[in-house]
């Protein structure tokens, strides 16, 4: 059982976790084992971001503090809150992957710091599938570029049938 004194450092230090956060990701460890939280953990770091386990009656205060109307009780399952300091998109594919390969590992939903939107489950998902950035801009330049060298093809072959 945790002082007091414990439990407001806890939720002073989600605060300040919230302060440079961005979005919060919430994901269901209960029946994870601890080397695989601590591999998630490693990953996390990797992506700007941090997994915490605060139980979801302080997490609830501290977004209250923060001006935030969020419930964690709704989630019926022990919560880990990642803190995620850059874009949705840099940390819900690193969770979603990691979800896939660890079946215990469950993605509850997110929160979207800023806007203070709930980003449901199935949205967090979508996202979590989507190719890199680098990716889908390389996909965008050659659906533009394919136009182009075929005009380019047909230019060369008029061209040459004219001389």
């Given at each position: 059982?945790?002082?007091?004194?414990?439990?407001?450092?806890?939720?002073r230090?989600?605060?300040?976790e919230?302060?440079?956060?961005?979005?919060?990701?919430?994901?269901?460890?209960?029946?994870?084992?601890?080397?695989?939280?601590?591999?998630?953990?490693?990953?996390?770091?990797?992506?700007?971001?941090?997994?915490?386990?605060?139980?979801?009656?302080?997490?609830?205060?501290?977004?209250?503090?923060?001006?935030?109307?969020?419930?964690?009780?709704?989630?019926?399952?022990?919560?880990?809150?990642?803190?995620?300091?850059?874009?949705?998109?840099?940390?819900?594919?690193?969770?979603?992957?990691?979800?896939?390969?660890?079946?215990?590992?469950?993605?509850?939903?997110?929160?979207?710091l800023?806007?203070?939107?709930?980003?449901?489950?199935?949205?967090?998902?979508?996202?979590?599938?989507?190719?890199?950035?680098?990716?889908?801009?390389?996909?965008?330049?050659?659906?533009?570029t394919?136009?182009?060298?075929?005009?380019?093809?047909v230019?060369?072959?008029?061209?040459?049938?004219?001389?």
């Open positions: 059982m945790k002082t007091k004194a414990q439990k407001t450092e806890i939720v230090l989600a605060e300040q919230m302060k440079d956060a961005k979005f919060l990701v919430f994901a269901d460890f209960s029946e994870t084992p601890d080397e695989v939280i601590k591999a998630f953990r490693r990953l996390a770091r990797g992506a700007k971001s941090r997994f915490h386990v605060i139980k979801k009656r302080l997490l609830g205060v501290a977004l209250k503090k923060a001006g935030i109307e969020f419930n964690p009780k709704q989630f019926k399952s022990q919560v880990g809150t990642v803190f995620a300091q850059g874009d949705i998109s840099e940390i819900a594919p690193v969770m979603y992957k990691f979800s896939k390969a660890n079946a215990n590992f469950k993605l509850l939903g997110a929160l979207d800023i806007n203070k939107l709930e980003m449901p489950l199935p949205t967090l998902q979508a996202i979590g599938k989507l190719p890199s950035r680098e990716v889908l801009l390389g996909q965008v330049l050659g659906g533009l394919g136009p182009i060298r075929k005009l380019m093809y230019l060369q072959e008029v061209a040459k049938g004219r001389k």
